[in-house]
């Protein structure tokens, strides 16, 4: 199994006034290509500043952060990088979900994952990934014109059109109801299984690391448990 990501005693501490605050304290981290790890944990656990980190959004303070292409072109430390460097990694192997969707309001559903397939090297085409997630019968309409769980699947379709090794979800739920919720994640779990692509879940609602390969705990910035999921469930039986 190819190791795409590796995190090595990170450490992220923000100035705020006359107080550090510590978000990361020495974490170490590794994931997969093909797996699907969920990341759970309190509000404030760090989980958001480790993906930013891995997601080349952020730098530590300290440690150091190394990306290998799953085709074997080579390897690079996201910690050394420039802007611009980082600014190619996000654009050529990560797609981003967040727990708000980012559509833009005056672009159809289409036109809105058109945004990424016009500037990626060998893309999906935007009505092969919006069927991928569902919503064939939907890819012209504007998002004021879709439910929130809607939204999101779109949001799912640009982050996957451009085939990304890594695909990083922060909260992909939480602005949803339970059964839409659910919808999403099977969306998620869809693109790991049929496209291989590498994700990680970042969620405060333990359930969902039921769907994971898996199951990293964090706590006051710490890694407290990082543990294979032996029983992993259908999302249909994921309750919360």
Known sequence: MTRVLEAQDLTKVYRMGEVDVHALRGVSFALDAGELVVLVGASGSGKSTLLNILGGLDTPSSGRVVYRDPEGRGEHDLTSAGDRALTAYRREHVGFVFQF?????????????ELVTDV?????????????????????HFPAQLSGGEQQ?????RAVAKRPDLLLCDE?????????????????????????TATIVITHNAPIARMAHRVVTLADGRI?????????????????
Request: hydrophobic content about 45%; cysteine-free.
């Open 101 to 113: 969707y980012n559509l833009v309001p005056s672009l159809t559903a289409r036109e809105n994952v």
């Open 120 to 140: 990626a090297d060998a893309p999906m085409t935007a009505e092969e990934v919006l069927a991928m997630v569902g919503l064939e019968e939907r890819m012209d």
């Open 153 to 157: 699947r779109v949001a799912i379709a």
């Open 172 to 196: 992909p739920t939480g602005a949803l109801d339970y059964k839409t919720g659910l919808l999403v994640l099977e969306v998620i779990e869809r693109v790991n299984r049929e496209l291989g």
């Open 224 to 240: 407290q448990s990082d543990r294979a999921n032996d029983a992993r469930v259908p999302i249909s039986e994921i309750t919360w």
